[in-house]
């Protein structure tokens, strides 16, 4: 039975040892990763068909450019929209935050995707891009891979109330697994107990 008391240190350890556990690409398989996945959201009372949609109508000060970006066809044409609008004044302040609720909102209600978010645990996601974004993700090997980060700290909130519920031992299996294939790597060493 594995030990439900697993340290916020030991987790990050972990995680830094187990590179090969990555997602660098929100295509494909992962592509339910993306901002650009089309799944209906409610955000703020208001109906989008991505994040993508949601996130860039946030920026907006006047409501007929949320409409036109909420009756975009797909994600590409309501962030072209997005770049066009009149941002909030207080815009670069609240973006995290927005994109933090926003994602979390997806995740929370749409079921399917939010359990196949958990089922990355505990691999690091990184939103790897070839278009120079270096804020929200990672180009050429630099950035703050923020977008990755947030989907990391979504995905940490659903398995943590998985784990409380009592369902969550197959997570902490997973790093269980993980951190003795560390130790025996000697890429760090046990805390052993004299008590």
Not at 53 to 60: G, I, L, R, V
Not at 112 to 134: H, M, Q, S
Request: charged share 35%.
């Amino acid at each position: 039975m594995p030990n439900s008391e697993v340290s916020d240190e030991l987790v990050e350890e972990v995680c830094k040892y187990a590179k090969y556990e990555q997602i660098t690409s929100f295509r494909g398989d992962h592509f339910f990763l993306s901002n650009f996945y089309p799944c209906k959201i409610i955000f703020n009372g208001k109906d989008y068909k991505t994040a993508e949609h949601a996130f860039q109508a946030q920026k907006c000060v006047l409501e007929e450019d949320i409409v036109k970006i909420q009756e975009a066809n797909n994600p590409q044409m309501a962030k072209r929209i997005g770049k066009g609008v009149k941002l909030r004044e207080d815009w670069e302040d609240v973006k995290v935050d927005l994109m933090s609720k926003i994602v979390e909102a997806k995740f929370e209600q749409n079921e399917e995707l939010r359990n196949k978010l958990i089922e990355t645990y505990p691999a690091i996601l990184i939103e790897e891009n070839d278009w120079n974004d270096r804020f929200w993700g990672v180009c050429e090997g630099k950035g703050k891979n923020t977008l990755g980060e947030i989907l990391m700290d979504v995905r940490d909130k659903f398995v943590n109330k998985l784990i409380d519920e009592g369902a969550g031992d197959k997570y902490i299996d997973r790093l269980d697994k993980i951190a003795r294939q560390a130790i025996l790597d000697g890429f760090f060493k046990p805390v052993i107990s004299n008590f």
